[in-house]
């Protein structure tokens, strides 16, 4: 628990309101004491039940009451601060209250300042539908019992608020769900989305952006021909991706980089200044990072493409952003990069440098440092360390339970022909042809866009169109 947190907590059981065991504020206490490392030594029910009951014989149940109640004691006090951290929420349930109470004037008062807090609410997200839902539904049960004959829009409203929730939150699952489908095996019941998406075609609800943008989405994901799509969608989110909290903002962003991410394994090379530039949009709109972090995937990812596209700006990227990077994957992340960078800038002795630094106890970092370290030996003809080091990397493929059968694959196939390339001849084309061919035919290998660059750059005179 965070430390002010922790304190909050002290003073709700100080509360009588709250608290009315003088027990659980002398447990408190002792706990106080111990906060924040909870030393095994000192931290025993043993010193807690002398703490609190002073020489009366040891019960350890006693204990474990007093635990008991600090804990729904923490979790009411948690509840209520989330609540009151969302403006509209208690504001609801008072609603309900002077409704119940038939306070007309209180219901009235406090129905306008639900509404002057919705009309100033930025997001324009699926929720803010639902909290005009809720709103509006309370404003028609208020009216109807006040048994006044007259028209009342109310009821109305409502319902026109509870689709737009409804359609916004399906279209983002139906969204979410088909993605899935692209990554793991599932069966996925997704009910109504075909009659959804023509029911919203020409619809004016399509024109809210949380509509528009998931069912373009969404059309994507099913039409993934349909390249029309995919830059309405970036249209859509660089006009509208303000009206959408940071978090799901760039959950929309990151559908339309996986998206380019499959155009690229497909071999559609136009989409990879497409995703370049859609990561230095995601930087410029500060979608890139949620809560001071940056994913260190997210940063990879961007420095892959990164390099092939603008390395001065890479390099800037790769020190700035290091800062965002959690305490646990920093080095890690930062030394990997880096040599990555120098990599495609031939710096190959820098590169090695830094991969040394890599803690190899990280499986993924384990596997991406040696097959860097791969490319680095094949690029400077180190035929006796690419050797050694690909054996060793396939040993601990084999040998490792941790990592996925399919990537396993993808990294064993990787070291299959980078073996197999590095013991051609430069300029044995029928050989290098044979190769480039079987590579090509072979969707899970690791780096294997590069490998068939350089294997045409081995092949002398070859003009034949590869």
């Known amino acids: 628990m965070p430390k002010k947190t922790f304190h909050r907590l002290g003073s709700a059981v100080a509360s009588p309101y709250f608290n009315k065991k003088k027990e659980l504020i002398q447990f408190f206490e002792f706990l106080k004491v111990q906060f924040p490392n909870f030393p095994e030594t000192s931290s025993t029910y043993e010193a807690a039940f002398k703490h609190v009951f002073g020489k009366r014989p040891f019960e350890k149940k006693e204990i474990g009451y007093l635990m008991s109640d600090l804990m729904k004691l923490a979790e009411r006090m948690l509840s209520i601060e989330q609540m009151e951290e969302d403006a509209i ?15 007309d004037k209180a219901f009235n ?26 709103l509006n539904l309370r404003e028609n049960v208020f009216f109807h019992r006040q048994k006044m004959h007259k028209v009342d829009l109310s009821i109305q409203t409502a319902i026109d608020n509870l689709d737009l929730f409804y359609f916004a939150q399906k279209l983002k699952y139906c969204c ?41 989405i969404l059309k994507l994901s099913l039409e993934p021909t349909k390249e029309e799509y995919f830059h309405g969608l970036i249209s859509l989110l660089n006009n509208h991706s303000h009206l959408f909290p940071q978090n799901e903002a760039r959950d929309m962003y990151i559908l339309a980089v996986n998206y380019c991410v499959r155009q690229i394994h497909k071999g559609n090379d136009n989409f990879d200044k497409n995703l370049f530039s859609l990561y230095q949009i995601m930087i410029e709109k500060n979608v890139i990072i949620y809560n001071d972090i940056i994913s260190p995937w997210t940063y990879m990812n961007i420095v892959t493409i990164g390099v092939r596209n603008d390395i001065a700006w890479t390099e800037v990227f790769i020190h700035k952003y290091s800062e965002y990077l959690h305490d646990n994957f920093k080095e890690n992340a930062y030394n990997y990069n880096l040599a ?20 190899y106890s990280d499986v993924f970092y384990n596997c991406e440092a040696r097959a860097l370290l791969i490319r680095i030996y094949y690029s400077i003809e180190e035929t006796g360390l690419l050797s050694a080091l690909a054996e060793s990397f396939r040993i601990y493929l084999r040998r490792n339970k941790i990592i996925t059968e399919n990537r396993k694959t993808i990294y064993l196939n990787f070291i299959k022909f980078m073996s197999r390339l590095d013991r051609i001849i430069k300029g044995d084309n029928k050989v290098l042809l044979k190769l480039y061919e ?22 002398k005179g070859a003009t034949m169109d590869l």
């Open 109 to 134: 008062k406090t129905f306008k300042d639900a509404q002057k807090v919705l009309n100033q609410h930025t997001t324009r997200d699926a929720n803010y539908f639902y909290w005009n839902y809720s």
């Open 89 to 103: 929420t208690d504001k609801l349930y008072l609603l309900d209250i002077f409704t119940e109470w038939h306070l």
């Open 438 to 459: 079987k590579v090509k035919a072979t969707e899970q290998v690791y780096n294997r866009d590069w490998i068939l660059n350089e294997i045409k750059a081995k092949m």
């Open 176 to 216: 979410e769900m088909v993605n899935r489908q692209k990554v793991v095996a599932s069966d996925y019941q997704i009910n109504l989305m075909d009659e959804i998406l023509n029911y919203l075609d020409g619809n004016p609800l399509s024109e809210q952006p949380v509509i528009s943008i998931y069912s373009t």
């Open 340 to 359: 990555y960078l120098y990599f495609y800038q031939q710096r190959y002795d820098d590169a090695m440098c830094l991969l040394n630094k890599v803690v």
